[in-house]
């Protein structure tokens, strides 16, 4: 279980006083640069005393990932308890090395819902996946971090170099939120939820695969082969983390007070372990969209949504047009055809645009090589690749408060991951992240979907994207995409019935 009394620890006392004199509230800062996420967990990581919990869907084996996983056996090495739970639904070779904790007593690491194959041959793990849907369909999506019960990591990013808008080759834009405060409280109580969950399998029990001796042997000739250390390696992606680590920022601000913080009412928002069981009436417990939806009702004069994978179920189409009828604004800036890293979610959403705009709902679809970078997480240096994605899940409420978490506008969400975020009543974070979306959705950075009166080839739903290009405005009647196949493979995804797996 979570420790007891955070108040034993540096960090508990430092938050204890403050969260008195604010009573029931909390405090908030959003971190939206990337890389500022990954130092955040970095010193987060360090300044742990007691415990350490992480709940990821996704840890990768790559540069980033292996410098949290050496900062964890630090803390490993100085009597800190560390508790990791990952989903297993996307691992990858490499992501193993999380594994080699395990030689430290102080260290457990359980799997969710784990599959019985335990290597990488992609055709061997799809098809024990097409004999076991029902089971491994069912993944958890949570992300979360929490030191010594006193403070938290809560939102979108996954671990891994993507994640944190280092590497070239792709970047995903997202939100942490930091908290402390007794909501901190609560998020522990999810962990443990999760943790104790019959889903939750300890690493151990799956075989002598993951023996921590075997993993780190692995690692050392890793090591060898490369010459290099995950410090050094990580200069590849054009980050000199060594520089960025040396300032302590951005969590040495957020501690000394030099950063301010946002004390407000929130709520904790999540989906129980056994989500299907719960949702189909079998069992008691918790699902995110229903609080969620009743913040969507209650909007009165305009919603923003900012979600990577926009494919509305049948009722919430029905909730957004009832809003639209109600001449509320709404607002939403998900991923284009060609910034998508996810195909089959596009093809879902294919389809809806059409009826979505004739309804007055707006549409924005972020490009994947951006005119400003303002307001979006990343350097111009590494914007200019053209490899820019959109990974954060992000709603405004009429700009007095905010959703931050991990649960896409989606039907997956809704139906069949685990999701977990936080509903914060703050109109000062509800204005800043309203200015962010203002800033994302310049015309340069984005292709605006609207309804056309004259069709063209290919073109089925009638629509044109605008855009802004060298300063001068463009209209497309053939969607952008990085290539004719990328057309094609979402066209012929879009006559499949996948709906209600997207």
């Excluded at 097409?130 to 938290?152: E, Q, S």
């Excluded at 995903?172 to 399998?201: M, Y």
């Excluded at 023996?211 to 010459?227: C, D, K, L, N």
Aim: glycine residues 8%; neutral net charge.
């Amino acid at each position: 279980m979570a420790l007891a009394h955070p108040e034993d620890t540096r960090l508990g006392r430092q938050f204890a006083g403050a969260a008195h004199e604010h009573g029931e509230y909390s405090a908030f800062r959003v971190i939206s640069a990337g890389v500022d996420g990954f130092r955040a967990r970095l010193q987060m990581i360090d300044a742990a005393q007691r415990t350490l919990d992480l709940q990821y869907y996704i840890f990768r084996g790559d540069e980033t990932g292996r410098m949290l996983t050496d900062r964890l056996r630090n803390a490993a090495d100085r009597g800190v308890r560390i508790r990791v739970l990952v989903d297993d639904g996307d691992t990858v070779a490499g992501d193993e090395q999380i594994l080699r904790l395990l030689v430290s007593r102080s260290v457990e690491v359980r799997i969710f819902n784990p599959t019985s194959y335990r290597g990488h041959w992609r055709p061997l793990r799809q098809l024990e996946f097409l004999f076991n849907v029902p089971r491994l369909d069912y993944r958890m999506h949570n992300k979360l971090l929490v030191v010594d019960n006193a403070l938290a990591l809560i939102g979108g990013r996954n671990i891994g170099n993507q994640y944190f808008q280092v590497d070239p080759e792709s970047q995903f834009a997202d939100e942490d939120v930091f908290t402390a405060g007794p909501i901190v409280a609560q998020l522990s109580g999810t962990f443990d939820e999760f943790w104790n969950s019959a889903l939750a399998v300890p690493a151990q029990a799956l075989g002598r695969a993951v023996q921590p001796a075997t993993v780190v042997m692995a690692r050392t000739e890793h090591e060898r082969a490369s010459h290099e250390s995950p410090a050094q390696s990580a200069k590849s992606t054009g980050i000199d983390y060594s520089s960025l680590l040396a300032t302590g920022e951005p969590f040495a601000g957020i501690i000394s007070g030099s950063l301010p913080l946002v004390w407000a009412h929130a709520q904790v928002v999540y989906d129980s372990p056994d989500k299907k069981q719960v949702a189909s009436g079998a069992s008691p417990g918790r699902l995110i969209s229903r609080p969620v939806v009743d913040s969507v009702r209650e909007v009165r004069s305009e919603l923003l949504l900012v979600t990577p994978y926009f494919i509305p179920a049948a009722d919430q189409l029905t909730l957004l047009k009832d809003l639209r009828q109600r001449q509320v604004r709404v607002r939403v800036l998900t991923n284009s055809l060609e910034s998508t890293p996810e195909i089959a979610a596009q093809s879902g959403y294919d389809h809806l645009r059409a009826p979505l705009l004739k309804d007055g709902v707006e549409l924005y679809e972020i490009r994947s090589l951006l005119g400003n970078v303002r307001g979006s997480g990343q350097t111009a240096s590494v914007s200019r690749f053209g490899n820019y994605a959109l990974h954060a899940k992000l709603y405004v409420f009429d700009r007095r408060k905010v959703f931050i978490g991990s649960m896409n506008f989606d039907q997956r969400s809704k139906r069949i991951n685990t999701e977990i975020g936080l509903i914060i009543e703050s109109a000062e974070l509800a204005q800043q992240m309203a200015l962010r979306f203002d800033a994302m959705v310049k015309p340069d950075n984005c292709y605006i979907p609207a309804l056309s009166s004259i069709g063209a080839p290919g073109n089925p739903s009638r629509l044109v994207w605008r855009t802004e290009e060298d300063g001068h405005g463009v209209e497309y009647t053939r969607e952008p995409a990085r290539s004719g196949w990328q057309r094609l493979k979402v066209r012929f995804l879009s006559l499949l019935p996948l709906g209600r797996e997207l």
